[in-house]
């Protein structure tokens, strides 16, 4: 039996349950298909989202699938794993769970609102302590840690304008070069770090140092002769993973796509829609800098604008059907 929507929403995060939430009031039979893992779910809190700052980020996503609910909105738990375009989009899914199954979904629409990955650098101890006190935006959690003592590592020269920015939140910060080299720093670098008082200390990181399960260090690698294996107290880490923008399901349908020092996103227009026709994008699938509240504007853009170009389309067919 075929199951037809008149959209399907891959990715139940931020982005997608907001545009399935117009889609739903908008009446457009709409299936969500959700893997169950957004991005932002090491982090205990959500903040910046103006009249949810500091809601668990579960929580907030938990709302959103009960609102959508209430227009009738179907959400699987399932991945989408494959992707053709014909007549209409055919999305199969994994299977898995009792109502997922393997099977094939097929829809007019198609957003694709999978989110990206965190690349966390490969330091022992990174991953467990992320979002906890190893975080990688101070927009996000600098608030709750003002005014201590800050560690940032560097991986690319980019760290240096991650240092800058967190001496917002405290003064006490100190930059590990880690896998920059010193000469990489330019003299603007320098005399601005200098300004800020940030101390900045050459040589790779080797670890974390955690006691009590709280973050108190960063040691370095090597012997002692040149501070090799000296840690350094620290409460807090800043770091700036590798974004890996989930966008697998959009080069399979030919999106096309372009390249940013964060990653590689599909060219959209103003409202999402990707350069295939029917096929949408939203939050971190279409860029890196979309925060929880960016991602639900995203979501919201693309699901009125979908409704709009279904009604035309199906307009247009009836247009033509008179004259034919
Ligand atoms: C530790 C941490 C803390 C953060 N804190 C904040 C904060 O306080 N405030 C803030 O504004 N932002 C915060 N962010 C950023 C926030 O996570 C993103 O802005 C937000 O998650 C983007 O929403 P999204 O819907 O685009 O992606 P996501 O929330 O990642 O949702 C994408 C969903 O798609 C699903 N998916 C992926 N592929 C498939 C597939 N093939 N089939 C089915 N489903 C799929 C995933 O399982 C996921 O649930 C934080 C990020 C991190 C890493």
């Not at 039979?29 to 991005?39: C, D, K, Q």
């Not at 959103?64 to 007549?87: M, S």
Request: overall charge negative.
């Amino acid at each position: 039996m075929t199951e037809k929507y008149e959209v399907i929403v891959v990715g139940g995060g931020t982005a997608g349950l907001s545009a399935a939430l117009v889609l739903g009031r908008a009446r457009r039979r709409t299936l969500v298909v959700e893997a169950g893992e957004p991005r932002n779910a090491p982090a205990a809190h959500m903040h910046g989202y103006l009249s949810r700052d500091g809601m668990p980020p579960a929580e907030f996503l938990a709302a959103g699938r009960a609102e959508i609910a209430r227009y009738g909105v179907e959400l699987v738990h399932d991945r989408a794993v494959d992707v053709t375009k014909g007549e209409d989009f055919a999305v199969r899914l994994a299977g898995g769970t009792p109502s997922g199954g393997g099977r094939t979904v097929h829809a007019r629409q198609l957003v694709v609102a999978t989110g990206l990955k965190d690349e966390l650098p490969p330091v022992a101890g990174l991953a467990e302590r992320f979002g906890r006190d190893v975080l990688h935006c101070p927009y996000c959690h600098g608030w709750e840690v003002r005014d201590r003592a800050f560690g940032v590592l560097a991986t690319t020269p980019m760290g240096v304008h991650q240092a800058l920015i967190v001496t917002q939140w405290s003064k006490d910060v100190t930059l590990f070069l880690h896998t920059v080299a010193e000469e990489e720093l330019t003299d603007e670098d320098r005399r601005r770090l200098g300004a800020a008082g940030v101390v900045v200390v050459p040589g790779e990181v080797a670890g974390l140092v955690v006691e009590d399960d709280r973050l108190t260090g960063v040691r370095l690698a090597g012997g002692t002769s040149s501070g090799g294996g000296r840690a350094y107290d620290r409460e807090v880490l800043f770091v700036a993973p590798r974004a890996v923008p989930q966008t697998d399901l959009l080069t399979r349908l030919g999106a096309e796509m372009s390249e940013t020092p964060f990653g590689t996103y599909p060219v959209v227009d103003g409202r999402g829609l990707t350069t295939v026709p029917g096929l949408w994008a939203a939050g971190n699938a279409s860029g890196f800098a979309e925060q929880v509240v960016n991602a639900a504007s995203r979501g919201y853009r693309a699901g009125a604008a979908i409704n709009g170009e279904l009604l035309m389309a199906d307009l247009d067919m009836a247009v033509a059907g008179v004259r034919g």
